[in-house]
Every structure is written in C-alpha cells, then in structure tokens.
C-alpha cells in the first residue's frame, strides 16, 4: 500500500509538472503575415519609393512580431512587374502591395491566378475580389505649393517636369497652376514630359530648358531629386514632390507635396489579419494625414505662410476644394460650372489643362 502510495503521488507530481510545462508553451507559434512590396525606383533617400518604403517600414514596427515583409525595388512596369508579383504570390505572401500605375493591368492578371491572396494597388482605377485601390489627393497640396509658387515666382513662370499624361498627373499640373493664379494672375505652367517616373538625366534636362525659358519656380511629379537639384545650382527656386527634399538643394527648397502611406499599410494589414479586409477604393488627402507640405524656407514671407495654412485649414474642413468652379480649360471651356465642385469621376478622368498652363496637353 505504501509503495502504491509513493507510485501514485510520483505519478501525480510527474502530470503537474508536465501540466505545468504545456501551460507555459504556447502549443503553437502565431504564423506570421507575409507582405510583399513592388517598387518603381530605387528607395533612395526621398521622392516617390522612399515614401513607401518609409510606410513599410512603419507597419513593421507598429506590427512587430506579426508581419514579416519584403520589398523588391527598381520594377519597370510591364512584363517584368508581372513576373514579380508572380512570384511573390508563389512564395506564399498574403498580402502584396504593388505602387505604380503601370502595375494596375499584371496586378490583376496575377491576381485572378491567386484568388486568396489580398492585393493592393497604388493610383489606379480597376479592383476585383481580391484586389483594392489606394491613391493619395496629390492636388490638395498641389494647389498650397502652387500658392508658394505664385508668391515667390518674379518672373510669372513655372516649370513643371512630368513624368506620363495621366489623369493623376494632369490633375497635379492643374490644381498647381490654379493656386499659383489664385495669388498672381499673370502665373503660367511650362510643362515638360520625361514618359519616365525616374530618369534622373532626363529630369535634369529637363529643368534646364525650363530655367533658360524663363521659369523661375520649378516642380515635378517624377521620382528624383534631380530638379531640386537643378534649381539650386541655377538659382532658381524648387517646390519638391512625394518628399521633404531640402537637403538636396536648401537654397532653393521652398517647401514640398509630401505623401504618408504608413498609417494606411497598418490599416490594411489588420484588416487582412483579422479578417475584415474588403476590396475598395480608398482616396485621402489633407483630412485623413495623407498628404501635407514640408516645411518652409526661410525666405517665404509669413503673409504667405498664414494664407496657406487658411486654406489648408478650408481644405481640411471641406470648406473649399481646389476644383470648385468655375474652372475653364486652356480653350475657354468651362468645365466645371459655378457653384459646383467636380466630382471624383471627373477628376479620376481628367484630359484637359487648365487657364494658364502653357502647350498642348499630349495624347
């Protein structure tokens, strides 16, 4: 009886501990959330891809120990992009963020190979099942830098280098040169297309014609820093684009359309961890964080600093939007009447520029 006793009280012993053991491991290891990255550039140290990566890399670190991610950078668009995000579906990423327009077509070819697979493109128009969009409300901070521009411009010209005539593009040119002829009349965009979002030679080309014809102010929708760069060395004065770009040329960095996709990542990658992910499209700007200026040079008169930030607070508010009419084209059409406000559709379609743009727009 004795023995049986001492075998059952080690038996019982043993179970606890082995109890005990079982409770503090955790019988499974939470499977991380792979999430791929496809870049159009480099990352570098600003413009277009060094925002992204700086939203990844934020996601990260609001996410630790939940996500795992990738990034492959330098994508042309096309085939190449296709074989990508192929490959990244392949390698068993759940979640797969492709952030260049030319990526919109191979993004959804690949997608409906892979149905389970969340993917999320940047600045275009077509969605499926598994498919979203997101874009950013560029021209809201387009019009404040045009505002900077009319102001400071002594010689009523801007250079605006641009990458494709897409209507995202468009709408940019647009609303700067709308807020540029809010503050000064006489204000006129030149306008000159790279057909590249980076080619940094051509870029640079580029802000030099513009500067021997007159501009003054210059700005670009493409992925460098070359035309700040540009700027500084001629002496003219440079509103940068996607980034703070003001170490590549202070002297001449008035203030730039800067772009923040992190709080955004982290949304989407809960929602697809807790599975409440639905396609849509998502567009914010001023009002949701996604869009804001860098900060100003010194040179920018505090006359100027106040009306931007009046109307930055009128765009926050819904106040006022840059595309309130009237608004007339090149041709004297108006397009948007009186009284109203474009819509989204228009916009996402616009193939026109407006009052004060130099050229014709390409088609």
């Known amino acids: 009886m004795i023995r049986s006793s001492k075998i059952m009280s080690f038996f019982s012993s043993l179970f606890v501990a082995l109890m005990g053991v079982s409770i ?18 480099p990352i570098g140290d600003a413009g277009w891809t060094f925002q992204h990566d700086e939203g990844r890399l934020q996601m990260e670190k609001a996410l630790a120990g939940k996500v795992e991610t990738k990034y492959i950078e330098s994508v042309p668009e096309g085939a190449e992009a296709e074989r990508v995000i192929r490959q990244f579906a392949a390698d068993g990423y759940d979640l797969i963020f492709t952030t260049s ?23 275009g128009y077509k969605r499926a099942d598994n498919v979203g969009s997101y ?9 404040l830098s045009g505002i900077v521009a009319g102001k400071m411009s002594q010689s009523n010209v801007a250079g605006y280098v641009a990458a494709f005539p897409i209507p995202e593009v468009v709408m940019g040119i647009n609303a700067f040169t709308m807020g540029m002829r809010s503050v000064n009349p006489k204000a006129e965009t030149k306008v000159i297309w790279t057909n590249s ?27 460098s820093t070359a035309i700040v760069q540009a700027a500084a060395e001629k002496g003219a004065w440079a509103i940068g684009y996607h980034s703070d770009m003001s170490k590549h040329g202070a002297k001449a960095h008035l203030t730039a359309v800067t772009h923040h996709w992190g ?41 100027v600093r106040d009306l931007v930030a009046k109307t930055e607070a009128a765009i926050r508010s819904g106040e006022f939007h840059p ?8 041709d004297g059409n108006v397009q948007v009447a009186a009284g109203t406000t474009i819509s989204d559709g228009d916009l996402q379609k616009m193939g026109y520029y407006v009052e004060g743009v130099q050229g014709k727009l390409p088609k």
């Open 135 to 143: 874009n950013v409300r560029f021209y809201e901070g387009r019009y």
């Open 323 to 330: 595309f309130q009419g009237p608004v007339t084209d090149q």
């Open 101 to 123: 327009f030319g990526y919109m077509n191979p993004t959804l070819k690949v997608a409906k190979r892979f149905p389970k697979i969340t993917f999320e493109h940047a600045t």
């Open 24 to 41: 503090s491991q955790p019988a499974f290891a939470q499977e991380l959330l792979k999430i791929g990255f496809v870049y159009v550039s």
């Open 197 to 223: 979002w980076f080619d940094p030679g051509r870029e640079r080309e580029a802000a030099d014609v513009l500067i021997a014809q007159g501009a003054d102010v210059l700005t670009h929708h493409t992925d």
């Open 263 to 303: 709080d955004y990542y982290v949304q989407v990658a809960n929602d697809v961890m807790e599975g409440g992910w639905k396609s849509r499209d998502v567009w914010g700007g001023i009002p949701q964080g996604m869009v804001s200026l860098a900060p100003f040079h010194d040179a920018v008169p505090q006359d």
